[in-house]
Protein backbone atom coordinates (compact mmCIF):
# COMPACT_ATOMS: atom_id res chain seq x y z
CA UNK A 1 0.00 0.00 0.00
CA UNK A 2 1.50 3.64 -0.70
CA UNK A 3 1.56 5.84 1.86
CA UNK A 4 2.91 7.93 4.22
CA UNK A 5 3.82 6.00 7.75
CA UNK A 6 4.81 7.83 11.28
CA UNK A 7 6.45 6.15 13.71
CA UNK A 8 5.99 5.69 16.94
CA UNK A 9 2.51 6.67 17.29
CA UNK A 10 3.35 7.86 21.10
CA UNK A 11 6.22 9.09 22.17
CA UNK A 12 7.32 9.96 25.72
CA UNK A 13 10.44 12.42 26.43
CA UNK A 14 12.37 12.94 29.56
CA UNK A 15 13.31 16.62 30.53
CA UNK A 16 16.42 17.65 28.49
CA UNK A 17 16.33 14.41 25.70
CA UNK A 18 16.61 14.88 22.47
CA UNK A 19 14.30 13.04 20.49
CA UNK A 20 13.61 11.51 16.99
CA UNK A 21 10.08 11.20 15.32
CA UNK A 22 10.33 9.26 11.96
CA UNK A 23 8.19 9.72 8.63
CA UNK A 24 8.56 7.60 5.94
CA UNK A 25 6.63 7.37 2.37
CA UNK A 26 6.70 5.58 -0.74
CA UNK A 27 4.63 7.60 -2.79
CA UNK A 28 7.93 8.91 -4.42
CA UNK A 29 6.70 12.43 -3.55
CA UNK A 30 9.71 14.99 -3.52
CA UNK A 31 7.85 17.56 -1.32
CA UNK A 32 7.34 16.50 3.05
CA UNK A 33 6.54 18.62 5.81
CA UNK A 34 6.51 18.54 9.00
CA UNK A 35 3.73 20.22 11.28
CA UNK A 36 2.78 20.46 14.96
CA UNK A 37 -0.84 20.47 16.21
CA UNK A 38 -1.78 21.76 19.74
CA UNK A 39 -4.93 20.77 21.38
CA UNK A 40 -7.63 22.47 19.52
CA UNK A 41 -5.81 24.32 17.47
CA UNK A 42 -4.66 24.29 13.95
CA UNK A 43 -1.39 23.38 12.56
CA UNK A 44 1.98 25.25 12.54
CA UNK A 45 4.89 24.53 10.07
CA UNK A 46 8.01 23.61 11.29
CA UNK A 47 9.89 22.64 8.86
CA UNK A 48 9.51 21.80 4.72
CA UNK A 49 11.39 19.98 2.12
CA UNK A 50 11.32 20.06 -1.64
CA UNK A 51 13.99 18.21 -2.09
CA UNK A 52 16.75 15.70 -0.98
CA UNK A 53 19.55 17.48 1.06
CA UNK A 54 17.67 20.85 0.98
CA UNK A 55 14.95 21.98 3.59
CA UNK A 56 13.35 25.42 5.06
CA UNK A 57 12.39 26.63 7.94
CA UNK A 58 8.79 26.93 8.75
CA UNK A 59 6.82 29.23 11.17
CA UNK A 60 8.30 27.08 14.43
CA UNK A 61 11.52 26.26 13.52
CA UNK A 62 13.48 26.82 17.13
CA UNK A 63 14.02 23.55 19.20
CA UNK A 64 13.82 21.25 15.93
CA UNK A 65 15.88 20.22 13.31
CA UNK A 66 15.59 17.74 10.19
CA UNK A 67 17.51 15.84 7.88
CA UNK A 68 16.50 15.27 4.51
CA UNK A 69 19.57 12.41 3.00
CA UNK A 70 16.64 9.75 1.29
CA UNK A 71 13.63 11.01 -0.91
CA UNK A 72 11.96 8.59 1.18
CA UNK A 73 12.73 9.85 4.64
CA UNK A 74 12.09 13.08 6.77
CA UNK A 75 12.93 12.49 10.07
CA UNK A 76 12.42 15.34 12.47
CA UNK A 77 13.95 16.09 15.78
CA UNK A 78 12.87 17.52 19.02
CA UNK A 79 15.75 18.94 21.11
CA UNK A 80 16.09 19.85 24.74
CA UNK A 81 16.25 23.70 23.20
CA UNK A 82 12.35 22.99 22.34
CA UNK A 83 10.62 24.68 25.71
CA UNK A 84 7.27 23.13 25.45
CA UNK A 85 7.23 19.68 23.26
CA UNK A 86 4.40 18.54 23.86
CA UNK A 87 1.86 18.32 21.29
CA UNK A 88 0.80 15.90 18.12
CA UNK A 89 3.32 16.32 15.26
CA UNK A 90 1.82 15.03 11.75
CA UNK A 91 4.35 14.61 8.61
CA UNK A 92 3.16 15.13 5.11
CA UNK A 93 4.15 14.70 1.73
CA UNK A 94 3.21 16.25 -1.89
CA UNK A 95 4.30 15.27 -5.12
CA UNK A 96 3.88 18.72 -6.34
CA UNK A 97 5.96 21.72 -5.50
CA UNK A 98 4.41 24.72 -7.50
CA UNK A 99 1.57 24.94 -7.66
CA UNK A 100 -0.11 22.43 -4.67
CA UNK A 101 -2.89 19.77 -5.22
CA UNK A 102 -3.14 17.31 -2.69
CA UNK A 103 -0.93 16.88 0.69
CA UNK A 104 -0.82 13.25 2.02
CA UNK A 105 -0.76 13.02 5.95
CA UNK A 106 0.56 10.22 7.93
CA UNK A 107 -1.66 9.09 11.41
CA UNK A 108 0.88 11.82 13.45
CA UNK A 109 3.09 10.79 16.58
CA UNK A 110 1.54 12.33 19.95
CA UNK A 111 5.14 13.30 22.04
CA UNK A 112 4.79 14.02 25.76
CA UNK A 113 7.03 15.33 27.95
CA UNK A 114 7.34 13.18 31.17
CA UNK B 1 2.09 33.08 10.34
CA UNK B 2 -2.16 31.20 10.90
CA UNK B 3 -3.15 32.44 7.05
CA UNK B 4 -6.63 31.19 7.62
CA UNK B 5 -8.73 31.67 10.11
CA UNK B 6 -12.08 29.15 10.38
CA UNK B 7 -15.53 30.38 11.56
CA UNK B 8 -16.96 29.06 13.78
CA UNK B 9 -15.04 26.96 15.75
CA UNK B 10 -17.62 24.38 16.34
CA UNK B 11 -20.60 23.73 15.13
CA UNK B 12 -23.23 21.16 16.30
CA UNK B 13 -25.84 19.89 14.07
CA UNK B 14 -28.54 17.22 13.96
CA UNK B 15 -28.25 14.42 11.38
CA UNK B 16 -29.56 15.56 8.01
CA UNK B 17 -29.21 19.15 8.13
CA UNK B 18 -26.36 21.22 6.42
CA UNK B 19 -23.49 22.34 7.90
CA UNK B 20 -21.54 25.21 6.54
CA UNK B 21 -17.52 26.43 7.89
CA UNK B 22 -15.92 29.75 6.70
CA UNK B 23 -12.74 30.23 6.14
CA UNK B 24 -11.08 33.66 5.50
CA UNK B 25 -7.27 34.26 4.80
CA UNK B 26 -4.95 37.28 4.32
CA UNK B 27 -3.28 36.66 0.76
CA UNK B 28 -3.28 36.00 -2.56
CA UNK B 29 -3.54 32.29 -3.67
CA UNK B 30 -2.97 29.74 -6.10
CA UNK B 31 -5.41 27.74 -4.63
CA UNK B 32 -7.47 26.73 -1.65
CA UNK B 33 -8.01 23.43 -0.10
CA UNK B 34 -10.21 21.70 3.06
CA UNK B 35 -9.06 19.09 4.76
CA UNK B 36 -10.82 16.64 7.26
CA UNK B 37 -9.53 15.39 10.34
CA UNK B 38 -10.96 12.88 12.53
CA UNK B 39 -10.40 12.91 16.68
CA UNK B 40 -6.27 11.96 17.11
CA UNK B 41 -5.36 11.02 13.58
CA UNK B 42 -3.93 12.53 10.53
CA UNK B 43 -5.43 14.54 7.72
CA UNK B 44 -7.28 13.83 4.82
CA UNK B 45 -7.77 15.63 1.70
CA UNK B 46 -11.47 16.40 1.07
CA UNK B 47 -11.66 19.20 -2.41
CA UNK B 48 -9.65 21.82 -3.67
CA UNK B 49 -10.32 25.06 -5.46
CA UNK B 50 -8.41 27.23 -7.91
CA UNK B 51 -8.12 30.94 -7.54
CA UNK B 52 -10.12 31.57 -10.52
CA UNK B 53 -13.30 29.38 -9.97
CA UNK B 54 -16.22 30.47 -7.74
CA UNK B 55 -17.78 27.17 -6.75
CA UNK B 56 -16.76 23.30 -6.81
CA UNK B 57 -18.67 20.21 -5.86
CA UNK B 58 -17.38 17.20 -4.81
CA UNK B 59 -20.54 14.65 -3.69
CA UNK B 60 -22.00 16.49 -1.00
CA UNK B 61 -19.57 18.47 -0.91
CA UNK B 62 -20.18 22.05 -1.90
CA UNK B 63 -17.13 24.90 -1.68
CA UNK B 64 -17.30 28.32 -3.01
CA UNK B 65 -14.15 30.87 -2.79
CA UNK B 66 -14.50 34.67 -2.75
CA UNK B 67 -10.90 36.13 -3.61
CA UNK B 68 -12.05 39.57 -3.67
CA UNK B 69 -13.00 38.97 -0.03
CA UNK B 70 -9.98 36.42 0.35
CA UNK B 71 -12.57 33.83 2.00
CA UNK B 72 -14.29 30.45 1.30
CA UNK B 73 -17.40 28.25 2.48
CA UNK B 74 -17.42 24.61 3.09
CA UNK B 75 -21.11 23.66 2.69
CA UNK B 76 -21.94 19.74 3.93
CA UNK B 77 -25.39 18.88 3.00
CA UNK B 78 -27.37 16.20 4.51
CA UNK B 79 -25.12 15.55 7.56
CA UNK B 80 -24.53 11.95 8.74
CA UNK B 81 -23.03 10.81 12.44
CA UNK B 82 -20.29 10.05 10.17
CA UNK B 83 -19.10 13.08 9.18
CA UNK B 84 -18.38 14.15 13.16
CA UNK B 85 -14.75 15.78 12.68
CA UNK B 86 -12.61 18.63 12.51
CA UNK B 87 -12.64 20.73 8.67
CA UNK B 88 -9.48 22.91 7.94
CA UNK B 89 -9.00 25.05 5.46
CA UNK B 90 -5.58 25.34 3.72
CA UNK B 91 -3.89 27.79 1.33
CA UNK B 92 -1.04 27.62 -1.16
CA UNK B 93 0.42 31.49 -1.33
CA UNK B 94 2.05 30.52 -4.54
CA UNK B 95 5.22 32.87 -3.71
CA UNK B 96 8.10 33.00 -0.70
CA UNK B 97 7.17 29.76 1.35
CA UNK B 98 6.47 26.59 -0.67
CA UNK B 99 4.12 24.51 1.72
CA UNK B 100 0.48 24.78 2.71
CA UNK B 101 -0.59 27.42 5.45
CA UNK B 102 -3.76 25.91 7.52
CA UNK B 103 -6.77 27.48 9.83
CA UNK B 104 -7.37 26.96 13.26
CA UNK B 105 -10.18 24.43 11.88
CA UNK B 106 -14.17 24.52 12.94
CA UNK B 107 -15.02 21.11 15.31
CA UNK B 108 -18.27 19.74 13.55
CA UNK B 109 -20.47 17.44 16.03
CA UNK B 110 -23.03 15.83 14.15
CA UNK B 111 -25.71 14.31 16.65
CA UNK B 112 -27.60 10.95 15.78
Known amino acids: DGGITQSPKYLFRKEGQNVTLSCEQN?????MYWYRQDPGQGLRLIYYSQIVNDFQKGDIAEGYSVSREKKESFPLTVTSAQKNPTAFYLC?????????????FGQGTRLTVV | SQQGEEDPQALSIQEGENATMNCSYKTSINNLQWYRQNSGRGLVHLIL?????REKHSGRLRVTLDTSKKSSSLLITASRAADTASYFCATDAGTGRRALTFGSGTRLQVQP
Open chain 2, 49 to 53: IRSNE
Open chain 1, 92 to 104: ASSGDRVPFTEAF
Open chain 1, 27 to 31: LNHDA
